[in-house]
């Protein structure tokens, strides 16, 4: 299994467990916040079963109170204190009308409570219309204490069981809380484990990446030395290279000229043939050894100010006789006033060389010119265009055009070249701080542009 596959298990392994804590936080949530609702609710009861008890104790006392003194501020306080019970007793039976058990006991207390209220009326009555006497002789013969003994038994056996209840709701907050404590201790050490082990997949990924970018760093380094030595070997056997070359093909122009005496018609085609053989060995030599100074860093460009009309006429003379040995009109476009780039003669030349004689390699009939011009749209750039009308460049073939030891299929008939003509032009045209556009239409001819700086 890839690591990629172990980390997508393990966060999703993560987010999983992330959603089942979300969903038991949310229900533990919601029993905490039930549970508060029902102690808040028993703290009501219990609240207004203190203020009942306390009314019932005021009621009793004012009419106590009435009997024995007369004083009428006893009578209201105590019909107030009756009225106050009897609206607790409203409160309490709504609070607790879930519970037939308190339900039972409060429609029961209610009845003792009226009973009083009205026992302690016919009290005052009496005591307002016959006296002390009368009103003494009545609470006498009531079973008060009997009354009382009952109120105190039922508000002892609600209050009894609210505070059982709240008990039982206090320990199942309590219960919630550790539940809700061990599931979220439990949560986070699965959390940091699963995270642990995707930091030590992640470690140990980077570790051997970075082991493999190190030894492709070295790899890297060791081909680019490689290719440099190459270059400089190829650099500095240029001489060596080109030595036997050029005497090979000065001695056969001495023969040629028979100088050491004459030739029969036999030994002139075949030191014809050895010159052309070596003159074509050299070019190919040449062309290499041109990419290995360039790679190899051993091509120095003196950018000076150059007349471009001046360089087009010296290729054109050079050129000149390959292009009439095919028959070609080799013609030039140039402006009447002077245009000065700012360029290196022999980068320049040699590049210019290059693309005017691909163009005379592969037009068969018809016209090859150079075209200079300084309206190029560019601002501080002039431009020289070789024009032909040869095969042109297939559609297919345009991005590799540029490539080195790349050889158009069009040109497979001549087999010659290499395929380093157009990969020198791009590099020495970035050498002069230039570069090489191209257009071609197959089978109707190429343009190729350069581009280079204006003085």
């Known amino acids: 299994m ?12 993560l987010a999983i467990g992330l959603v089942l804590l979300a969903l038991l936080l949310g229900q533990s949530r919601s029993r905490q916040i039930e549970n508060r609702a029902w102690v808040r609710h028993t703290q009501e009861v219990l609240a207004e079963l203190a203020s009942l008890r306390a009314s019932a104790i005021d009621g009793e006392v004012a009419c106590r109170g009435y009997a024995l003194s007369g004083d009428e501020r006893y009578q209201k306080f105590g019909a107030d204190a009756f009225a106050a019970a009897d609206r607790q007793l409203d409160g309490l039976s709504s ?18 409570v009226h009973g009083r209220a009205e026992f302690c009326a016919s009290l005052v009555n009496l005591r307002s219309t016959q006296g002390l006497a009368a ?35 206090d320990a199942q907050m309590e219960a919630s809380d550790r539940a809700l404590s061990r599931a979220a201790i439990v ?30 760093r070295q790899s890297n380094q060791d081909l680019l030395d490689a290719s440099r030595l190459k270059s400089e070997f190829l650099a500095h056997m240029s001489h060596e290279l080109r030595t036997p070359l050029n005497a090979v093909i000065g001695y056969t122009g001495t023969l040629l000229m028979r100088l050491p005496g004459p030739l029969n018609p036999g030994q002139e085609k075949q030191l014809k043939t050895i010159q052309s053989s070596a003159r074509h060995l050299l070019s190919l030599i040449n062309d290499v050894l041109d990419v290995a100074r360039i ?7 003196d950018l000076t100010t150059l007349a471009c009309q001046e360089v087009i006429e010296e290729v054109m003379a050079t050129l000149r006789p390959l292009a009439q040995a095919k028959n070609l009109a080799l013609e030039t476009e140039l402006p009447e006033r002077p245009v000065s780039v700012r360029s290196d003669r022999r980068a320049l030349s040699q590049i210019l060389i290059n693309l005017a004689n691909n163009a005379i390699k592969f037009t068969e009939n018809g016209t090859v ?40 299929n069009a040109g497979k008939r001549h087999g010659e070249g290499t395929g380093l003509g157009l ?9 002069i701080q230039g570069r090489i556009e191209f257009d071609s239409e197959y089978g109707k001819g190429s343009r190729f542009t350069l581009l280079i700086p204006k003085a």
């Open 187 to 216: 949560a986070s050490a699965v959390a940091f484990g699963l995270l642990f082990f995707a930091y030590f997949l992640l470690h140990r990924e980077s570790k051997r990446r970075q082991a493999l970018e190190q030894e492709l």
């Open 95 to 112: 609070l607790t009308s879930d519970n037939p058990r308190q339900s039972m006991r409060l429609r029961r207390l209610r009845e003792l």
């Open 423 to 431: 990969y020198v032009c791009g590099r020495l045209a970035e050498l």
């Open 2 to 13: 890839s690591i990629r596959q172990k980390l997508q298990f393990i966060f999703a392994g």
């Open 135 to 169: 009103a003494a002789q009545l609470f006498a013969g009531a079973d008060a204490k009997n009354s009382t003994d009952r109120e105190r038994t039922l508000l002892g056996q609600v209050e009894q069981e609210e505070r059982g209840l709240l008990l039982v709701r």
């Open 369 to 408: 010119k150079l075209r200079l011009h300084d309206d190029t749209g560019v601002a501080g750039l002039a431009a020289i265009d070789v024009l032909d009308t040869g095969v042109g460049v297939k559609p297919e073939e345009k991005e590799n055009l540029f490539r080195a030891f790349h050889q158009l």
């Open 295 to 301: 790679e190899a860093g051993k091509v120095d460009v």
